[in-house]
């Protein structure tokens, strides 16, 4: 056996980080559970889950309110995973990370407050053929509200972005670039530091969609140099209705309130309010603090693995089922760029992606189908949708064999 490079990272325990996961330890339809669907939302661990009903059952109070224990209680909980998004994402300091309810309230964040104030007729917005709705749509009414121009870089047949058309697009009139980290449609990876250096260099901004990325990939926003970074928490095993939005302190103080209510604001006068500094001039009202508290939980569970493992595991998986699935007759992979994470965005010869879907279902097999919420992405290729099974760090060889078995059957039916 070769022998490991010292500075490679240790390998994952697969099989006791299953342990941690209640939800995967269960039958569908008489199968075993293969879930596969980790690109809509991860699943939790058990220190998540204990988190969560630790809050219910022994600290439930608002936060930033009373004097008494449990709502301090809460308070520290609520406040002191700030701290632990700072570590995620290894932001410069803590009152640059934002509480928000997911990655697309964190663009419409940006796209309502330091839009308005930036931009103006003539100048333009630059996206990607690869985004996400939630990264299309508050820029398209953005230019409306302001009359900008949206203006996008377009992807090859692999799916990669055209590097050679993006120093064409992001011109002297751009003002911000917003891209996906990890296209959710097709795995690709995308080459931020360089699209960064692109817009920089004209003045623009960046704003990076890391709904994908952060549940696979390390993310150092410093090294990135991006200035705004968006993540949700049901994709990095936390759970729903909460993410966080990491800004550079010099813009967030610069950027107007986007919501009024409590909690945001330093002093209200029936005439005029003044506002609380970045982070809470954004989080106004009560926030969902058990959804902050699990989220903190969640990346403190991914930390202590260590993201450099997971990716180095995930990419060994999804290495072993490129190759396991290149061998099914009739399966068409959509999107193939050099650069990907465990995205196998597919088509079968003759059958509709749903079809598809639904007899995997049946063998217990979970995977995704439809437009991903990338209707440009699938009008590039031709499609209205595509079947798509997203793997995690969680996932094993052996679901991937039992994946490729299901599939043989589900030809076998059609």
Known sequence: MTAMPTDAPSPLDVEAIRADFPCLHQQVHGKPLVY????????????????????????????????????????AAYDGARSRIQAFLNAEREE?????????????????????ANVGPGDEI??????????????????????????????DAAGALRMDVAAEVIGPRCKLVAVAHVSNALGTI??????????????????????????????????????????????????????ALWGRHHLLEAMPPWQGG????????????????????????????AGVIGLGAALDYLMDLGMDRIAAYEHDLFTYATARLATVERIRPVGTAAHKAGVFSFLVDG?????????????????????HCAQPVMTFYGVSATARASFAFYNTRDEVDRFVEALHKVLSWL
């Open 190 to 243: 995308n080459p931020v530091a360089e699209i960064v250096r692109l817009a920089h260099a004209q003045g623009a901004l960046v704003l990076v969609d890391g709904a994908q990325a952060t549940p696979h990939l390390p993310v150092d926003v410093q090294a990135l140099g991006c200035d705004f970074y968006a993540f949700s928490g049901h994709k990095v095993c936390g759970p729903t209705g909460i993410g």
């Open 96 to 116: 640059e990370c934002v509480y928000v309810r997911g990655t697309t309230e964190a663009i419409n964040l940006v796209a309502q407050s330091w839009g308005p």
């Open 351 to 371: 059958a509709h992606p749903t079809d598809v879907g639904t007899l995997l279902d049946s063998q217990g097999i979970a995977v995704r189908t439809g437009h």
């Open 262 to 289: 409590g909690d945001m604001i330093s002093e209200v006068r029936l005439d005029v309010s003044t506002y609380q500094p970045p982070p809470l001039r954004f989080e106004a009202g009560t926030h969902h603090i």
């Open 126 to 155: 630059v996206i990607t053929q690869l985004e996400h709705h939630a990264n299309i749509v508050p820029w398209q009414l953005l230019c409306q509200r302001t009359g900008a121009t949206l203006r996008h870089i377009p992807i």
């Open 36 to 75: 596969l669907d980790n690109a809509a939302s991860s699943q939790t661990p058990q220190a998540v889950l204990d988190a969560l009903t630790h809050y219910y059952t022994h600290d439930r109070a608002n936060v930033h309110r009373g004097v008494h224990e449990l709502s301090q209680r809460a308070s």
